[in-house]
């Protein structure tokens, strides 16, 4: 994962986290998340994600996304 950060060069503007950062710079998979409290953090991750570059929904995680050809990072 660092060696393609490295690479991209992503710029951290000011008053922004690094984290929002690399989210933005970086492809990654969003995944659909549905609130519920019997769960730890409140939270159930539904078995969908979106490409965070084209928004193609994917019923599960791909090392490149099938329709932009973005090379995805696991986080």
Not at 15 to 37: C, F, S, Y
Not at 46 to 59: A, E, F, M, R, W
């Amino acid at each position: 994962m660092s060696e393609q950060i490295m690479h991209k060069g992503i710029k951290v503007k000011k008053g922004q986290k690094a984290i929002e950062a690399l989210r933005e710079g970086v492809p990654h998979w969003i995944h659909h998340t549905v609130k519920n409290d019997s769960y730890v953090d409140g939270v159930m991750y539904l078995p969908k994600c979106d490409c965070s570059v084209c928004g193609y929904t994917s019923n599960q995680e791909k090392k490149i996304c099938p329709k932009c050809g973005s090379k995805m990072v696991n986080w």
